[in-house]
């Protein structure tokens, strides 16, 4: 299906308000979130440039840049280097807004081009002209604008990270009813992700959702994790492993040594990669620290890569055997992770807390009550009015068990369903 442009109002508004003033902009995010329709979107309002890189030699990447751009140059001359295209560029009469695509691959062709790049921007920029630089490897367009080393460090204007959609633009792109359990199981299992969205029809179900995308034959899903991680420039068999031994519940970083049958401390550095890259994400207890906590937890952070590695894998060889109530309870309980994320993130600052037997879904700074705390227990159903009120009573049971209790005085306890979906608040993006 082909999606509707939609959710994309905040990046648009920020993309007007760098190129007025012009300069350089680097705009990044993971593949096949929807930075190349952005950009193609906005330039064709601006009139502007686009050119995607390939991987190839340098001559060839000149060639291709150039004739990307020959139509609206003031010029027959043919460049042979960057060097000689930035010169043409230079020169033109009007002010102009470009885009290079895919500038990591460039980089990877000529090193010294970060370097040039800067000398150029500092010196020979035209005034009022606007060069967009674009990648999708997270590492790589950090390390080019945002290492104190690089030659491009503080030249761009706005650094502007584009991310999935939101529940609510996911169903307004697939043109789904939002509130809707159904649709918010179909979210949970593409992520906000638009070319994952493409797979997703009105009248199919969840679950024929989930065999399109991960369990039919030669599904589009079936590489993504290592497609990915190539991407980011995360290497090795370790990285699969670390993310293999989450899905199926190791989430301490003991335990995922243990499963990996290898000291914690020779995880480290993967652990810091896949953190660099969000792939994962590290959450401690509300009120706590990286620096004065051991409490760690690692979970998977975008929703498709959850699912793959909590479903998808352990049941690849299995799934056409489980009868279609156990597909679905799969399903539903992969959902009900992304759905307490989806109420964490209504509220600033909300994290889980845990402590021996006791494990809270929901703790955050009250945004009703000043120096108050809100503290929540989230269910992936729609609750009646009895269950609400059982389900409230054991969490405020659970609360004076614990030792965040004895340091908060003004709490504020709810119970969260299914029928949150259908409230009007802002989303961030997931």
């Known amino acids: 299906m082909r999606l509707d442009f939609v959710n994309r109002d905040s990046e648009l508004g920020e993309l007007d308000a760098a190129a007025s003033k012009g300069g350089l902009l680097a705009v990044y995010g993971r593949r096949r979130v929807g930075k190349t329709r952005l950009l193609v979107e906005w330039l064709g309002r601006r009139g502007g440039w686009y050119s995607q890189a390939i991987e190839g030699p340098v001559e060839m990447q000149v060639q291709q840049a150039f004739e990307d751009l020959r139509a609206g140059l003031d010029t027959a001359v043919v460049p042979k280097s960057w060097t000689e295209l930035f010169d ?57 604008f945002q290492h104190r080393a690089a030659p491009l460090f503080g030249r761009a204007r706005k650094l502007l990270h584009v991310e999935p959609m939101d529940y609510p633009a996911f169903c307004a792109a697939c043109r789904l009813k939002p509130g809707d359990m159904e649709s918010f199981l179909k979210f949970s299992l593409v992520g906000g992700v638009p070319r994952y969205c493409e797979f997703v029809e009105s009248r199919q179900t969840a679950v024929e ?31 699969l492993a670390v993310l293999e031994a989450i899905g199926r519940g190791a989430e301490r970083p003991s335990e995922i040594a243990a499963r990996l049958g290898t000291a914690q401390t020779n995880l480290s550095r993967v652990f810091q990669q896949l953190l660099d890259v969000s792939v994962l994400t590290r959450e401690l207890p509300f009120g706590e620290s990286v620096r004065s906590t051991k409490r760690i937890l690692y979970r998977i952070q975008d929703p498709t890569l959850r699912f793959w590695f909590r479903v998808y894998s352990p049941q690849q060889s299995l799934w056409r055997t489980l009868p279609l109530d156990r597909r679905a309870r799969l399903m539903h ?70 030792k965040l209790a004895e340091k908060q005085a003004k709490v504020r306890f709810e119970v969260m369903d299914a029928g949150v979906l259908k409230d009007k608040v802002e989303q961030p993006n997931f």
């Open 88 to 144: 043409l560029l230079r020169i033109q009469r009007s002010p102009w807004t470009l885009c290079l695509d895919e500038f990591p691959y460039l980089v990877a062709s000529d090193r010294t081009l970060p370097s040039r790049l800067q000398r150029w921007v500092d010196h020979d920029m035209p005034a009022c002209s606007t060069l967009i630089l674009s990648g999708s490897s997270t590492r790589m367009m950090h390390s080019l």
């Open 209 to 239: 959702l989930a065999e399109a995308l991960y369990f039919n034959f030669a599904p589009y899903m079936e590489q993504e994790p290592q497609r990915l991680l190539r991407d980011e420039g995360v290497g090795g068999p370790n990285a």
């Open 333 to 402: 309980d992969h959902a009900a992770t992304v759905f307490e994320d989806f109420c964490r993130l209504r509220y600033p600052g909300a994290q889980r807390y845990w402590e021996g037997d006791v494990e809270l879904d929901l703790v955050a700074p009250d945004p009703e009550v000043a120096g108050g705390l809100l503290v929540a227990e989230v269910k992936w159903r729609r609750l009646k009015a009895g269950e609400r009120a059982g389900f409230l009573r054991q969490l405020q049971t659970k609360w004076t068990g614990c």
